[in-house]
């Protein structure tokens, strides 16, 4: 009987989950630990990352259908400025910019492609997470935001070039931490933010930027300058040449002698370079937030996401309007109580929206094979614990990179039961549970904790190494 009763009672509830899937997103504005409708009632995400996808007509349309009847009713677009030919063959460059003189000429297929998944999203009820800086390269071309010169010009177009050279691992940090220390990059980043905000869809008739369909921005995605700086991720020269005056004027003001940025040493050295980078983050945020609130947009927006130590921690609970996390876990979670459900009680924040932005099986380890073969239980163990925290959404990662998994009618061109975090849409397992999944954390079928324990951190210590940084103060002893 008791089966019997779930069985009907999910029933009923998905009947009334694909109507409401037919209607366009209402405005939601944080509030508490959720995000909440025109009436005050909490709405759960429930949501899938789109990896570069730009695909045909056909394809968004059904889609947008295929995710609604699986009770998703949020998608985090991802990676849109990276060039992409190896997810997107056929495309100018795979990405929202064409790249073939500067990162800042726009792709007309690609925004063309990219306003039309999205509108056939939010007609069908999903609403949108969307970011500014979203895997971005520069190219040397991108010297004319700002003239400096002859010699200065010259000069940046080579570090650009130099970091253009380098391998992605090696590159990837060091170019989101670029808009930090120079302006060309900074201004860059702002011409696209103004550019994504403003335009107006042709298939919706509305921007971005006032359109209930977009809940948050983020500047930064998986990004701590003290982490970067402690794994020791450095600027290519002219960046680097930036990043030196600014530290030695901040080391002047506050009467302190020379010191190397990347190797301090001293106590006080070490406090002055994190209250530096601490500082140098809160500038950035207040600039781009500065032209997003300009362009119209009042909804929550995120400075980065990701635990990377109690100072990006604090960083965000104090900048963010709704904390993000990403996580990548043993689906296996009877197996060690310090689990993704522990390793999240570093981040959540009291009072503020909480979504883990990426979410799925974990991605490597020794036995992985015999993860994979367990990961049914992660769809129903991450419902029952969000409900049970008060998280307001989980985004599973990915639906798909780029178009080559998705065939024409929305479904994968090659369904298997193989476990994939490149394209979630030929995982049939995972597909097997996702709504029924998603119907149990967003009905709140399971109640919220009554008595959730918080902590405090008043005072953060600043450190000088990994294992200080990631390890931390405040954890809560696993359960």
Same mark, same amino acid.
């Given at each position: *009987? ?114 039309? &998944? ?10 949108? #997470? ?23 010009? @010259? ?5 650009? /070039? ?28 702002? !011409? ?8 107006? !869809? ?10 209930? =369909? &977009? &809940? ?51 106590? /006080? ?48 609970? /104090?900048?963010?309007? %709704? ?11 009877? @197996? ?6 522990? =390793? ?13 932005? /990426?979410?799925?099986? %974990? ?9 994979? #073969? ?48 490149? !394209?979630?849409?030929?995982?049939? *397992? ?14 709140? *079928?399971?109640?919220? %904790? ?6 405090? @951190? ?11 940084? *990631? ?7 696993? %359960?």
């Amino acid at each position: *009987m008791r089966i019997f009763s779930i069985h009907l009672l999910g029933g009923l509830m998905l009947a009334a989950t694909l109507a409401a899937a037919a209607a366009e997103p209402v405005p939601l504005k944080a509030q508490g630990d959720n995000f909440v409708d025109p009436a005050g009632k909490p709405v759960k995400l429930w949501g899938v990352n789109l990896v570069a996808f730009y695909p045909d007509r056909p394809t968004a349309a059904a889609t947008a259908k295929n995710l609604a009847s699986l009770g998703i009713n949020c998608a985090r677009p991802h990676h849109m400025l990276r060039p992409s030919g190896d997810w997107n063959p056929g495309m100018a460059s795979g990405a929202l910019m064409d790249y073939r003189s500067d990162s800042m000429t726009p792709d007309p297929e690609a925004w063309d492609r990219f306003f039309f &998944l999205t509108n056939e999203l939010r007609k069908n009820g999903i609403y949108l #997470l969307l970011s500014v800086g979203d895997t971005r390269h520069y190219r040397p071309d991108d010297v004319k935001v700002l003239d400096g010169g002859e010699a200065d010009n @010259l000069a940046w177009r080579k570090s650009v /070039e130099e970091m253009n050279r380098r391998h992605w691992k090696e590159a990837i940090d060091a170019r989101k931490m670029m808009p930090l220390f120079d302006e060309r990059a900074a201004r860059v980043v702002e !011409n696209y933010a103004r550019r994504l905000l403003t335009a107006v !869809n042709p298939y919706s008739g509305r921007k971005f930027a006032d359109d209930p =369909q &977009l &809940l948050t921005v983020e500047l930064l995605n998986e990004f701590a300058l003290d982490y970067v700086v402690i794994c020791n991720n450095r600027l290519p020269e002219y960046q680097h040449r930036e990043l030196t005056v600014q530290w030695e004027a901040y080391l002047k003001k506050h009467g302190a002698a020379p010191c190397d940025f990347y190797t301090v040493r001293a106590p /006080e050295q070490v406090r002055l370079r994190a209250d530096f980078m601490r500082e140098a983050q809160t500038r950035y945020f207040r600039r781009l937030e500065k032209v997003i609130r300009e362009c119209g947009y009042r909804g929550s927006i995120l400075f980065s996401n990701l635990w990377e130590g109690e100072p990006a921690a604090r960083l965000n609970a /104090e900048l963010n309007g %709704s904390i993000e996390d990403h996580c990548y876990a043993d689906p296996r979670v009877y @197996l060690d109580p310090k689990d993704f459900v522990h =390793q999240k009680t570093f981040t959540k924040v009291a009072g503020k929206p909480y979504i883990l932005g /990426e979410f799925n099986h %974990s991605e490597g380890g020794r036995d992985l094979d015999a993860q994979k #073969l367990k990961r049914a239980m992660l769809p129903l163990a991450a419902a029952a614990n969000a409900a049970f925290q008060e998280w307001s959404g989980i985004v599973w990662f990915a639906w798909c990179h780029g178009g080559g998994a998705v065939g024409s009618d929305g479904w994968a061109r090659r369904e298997g039961r193989v476990s994939s975090l490149g !394209n979630l849409v030929e995982d049939g *397992m995972t597909l097997d549970h996702l709504r029924t999944a998603g119907l149990l954390f967003k009905n709140g *079928m399971v109640r919220p %904790s009554a008595s959730p324990v918080r902590r405090h @951190l008043d005072d953060i210590p600043p450190v000088r190494d990994y294992h200080g940084l *990631m390890r931390g103060r405040t954890g809560y002893k696993p %359960s």
